[in-house]
């Protein structure tokens, strides 16, 4: 009650006041007082809101941190990185290589099959190293395998696809007729595992002709890739 007729009196005497174009004195002095307490409010809660935002991130932040340290596995931390790794798989190892191709070295290309299926598909690779005879010449100052020996190593893959009895192909009757859309995406260097996939992808045994299709990759990135046309027979 005192506070609403205190009101209605600080009314009253503005509106008289206002209407001979003068400010009461009592009011002047008590609108600043008010003002100030308004403004200590405003601050406050201001700070609060702050406050409580910052406190929200170091929580958010305590949580995340938290979180990621649970994900980790104590297991795989102490495992040297020479162990995490696994080798590739051996469908056919060298020996075997030999005993389908007549590629002899220098110019056998094919180091392992990891996946074979005959008469549709395989997968080998070519250790690429320091020591193969090409690099001395490409290039000295720069080792890089020759692109046509990349062909090549892909169509050494091919023979051993079609140089099955499921398909009827002959290693003294097997020969490379041709190739299409070849394209060199990256460079390959010393130290680096060419992996190889050649599928066939059309045959006509009355011609003894095989279409396939070949990628290479090193890093799981494609380096090599085209299309082949065989001659068997």
């Known amino acids: 009650m005192a506070t609403s007729a205190f009101a209605n009196s600080l009314l009253s005497s503005s509106s008289t006041s206002l209407s001979h174009g003068v400010m009461p004195s009592t009011n002047n002095a008590l609108l ?5 307490v308004f403004a200590s409010q405003n601050l406050l809660y201001s700070s609060h809101l702050k406050l409580k935002k910052k406190n929200m991130t170091s929580s958010t932040s305590l949580t995340t941190f938290c979180s990621l340290d649970s994900a980790k596995d104590p297991k795989e931390e102490q495992t040297p990185i020479e162990l995490k790794y696994p080798a590739y798989p051996t469908v056919m190892d060298i020996n075997q290589i030999r005993d389908i191709l007549p590629h002899r070295f220098p110019f056998l ?5 990891i996946e074979h299926n005959p008469g549709v598909s395989a997968v080998a690779i070519k250790n690429v190293t320091i020591n193969d005879n090409f690099f001395p010449g490409h290039f000295p100052e720069r080792p890089i395998m020759p692109g ?3 062909v090549e190593a892909m169509a050494q893959v091919g023979g051993l696809v079609m140089l099955q009895p499921e398909v009827g192909g002959s290693r003294e009757n097997f020969f490379f007729a041709g190739i299409d859309k070849v394209r060199f995406r990256k ?4 130290g680096d595992t060419l992996v190889m996939r050649m599928t066939l992808t059309k045959l006509q045994k009355r ?8 990628k ?10 085209g299309e082949f046309l065989m001659a068997t027979g």
């Open 32 to 36: 600043p007082s008010r003002i100030s």
């Open 109 to 113: 290309l094919v180091d392992r099959v």
């Open 148 to 150: 046509v020996l990349m």
């Open 187 to 190: 460079p390959v260097i010393a």
């Open 207 to 214: 011609f003894g002709i095989a279409k396939m299709e070949g």
């Open 216 to 225: 290479a990759y090193v890093g799981g990135e494609v380096v090599c890739e």
